[in-house]
């Protein structure tokens, strides 16, 4: 099972995105994480953190990636040395690796792993336009591209 969640940054505290109802201070750089979880392991952690404005759309690329059929996909922290892999193994199967002071992996079902991201990705986007709703025009590209992966999922 694949449990993800995004947290804003607030005052030196995670807070779920789902909950968070202060004002974000600069639309481009939204300072979060994203914890992920595999059959309870923690994958990417709460308290590793970076530009979350910029990592949900990395990370769609990857999900992108993997529809089309890559075997592999690696990607960066937007301002971190962390880096996060995707790698299809046998049986439509997907190592998830994450490496910075430590290295993290898990390995999931391809699509769980899809289908888990789009729907957090969702969460994350819904949530940031609630809390600002005048970021949509800045974000109208990455809800294209989160549409069209939807619409491929279905």
Same mark, same amino acid.
């Given at each position: 099972?694949?449990?993800?969640?995004?947290?804003?940054?607030h005052?030196?505290?995670?807070?779920?995105?789902?909950?968070?109802? /202060?004002?974000?201070k600069?639309?481009?750089?939204?300072?979060?994480?994203?914890?992920?979880?595999?059959? /309870?392991?923690?994958?990417?952690?709460?308290?590793?953190?970076?530009?979350?404005?910029?990592?949900?759309?990395?990370?769609?690329? /990857?999900?992108e990636?993997?529809?089309? /059929?890559?075997?592999?996909?690696? +990607?960066?922290?937007?301002?971190?040395?962390?880096?996060?892999?995707? !790698?299809?193994i046998?049986?439509?199967?997907?190592?998830?690796?994450?490496?910075?002071?430590?290295?993290?992996?898990?390995v999931?079902?391809?699509?769980?792993?899809?289908?888990?991201?789009?729907?957090?990705?969702?969460?994350?986007?819904?949530?940031?336009?609630?809390?600002?709703?005048?970021?949509?025009?800045?974000?109208?590209? +990455?809800?294209?591209?989160?549409?069209?992966? !939807?619409?491929?999922? !279905?």
């Amino acid at each position: 099972m694949i449990q993800i969640q995004t947290f804003i940054m607030h005052d030196d505290m995670f807070i779920p995105i789902t909950d968070f109802q /202060g004002m974000i201070k600069d639309r481009n750089y939204v300072p979060g994480s994203i914890e992920l979880q595999v059959d /309870g392991k923690v994958i990417m952690a709460r308290n590793v953190w970076d530009y979350i404005s910029d990592l949900w759309p990395y990370l769609l690329h /990857g999900i992108e990636a993997l529809l089309d /059929g890559q075997r592999e996909w690696e +990607t960066y922290y937007p301002d971190q040395p962390i880096s996060l892999a995707f !790698k299809v193994i046998a049986n439509n199967r997907v190592a998830i690796t994450i490496d910075y002071s430590e290295k993290k992996s898990a390995v999931c079902g391809k699509n769980e792993l899809v289908d888990s991201m789009l729907s957090a990705a969702d969460v994350f986007f819904s949530n940031l336009l609630r809390i600002d709703p005048d970021s949509a025009q800045d974000y109208q590209s +990455t809800l294209g591209q989160l549409n069209r992966l !939807k619409q491929r999922r !279905k």
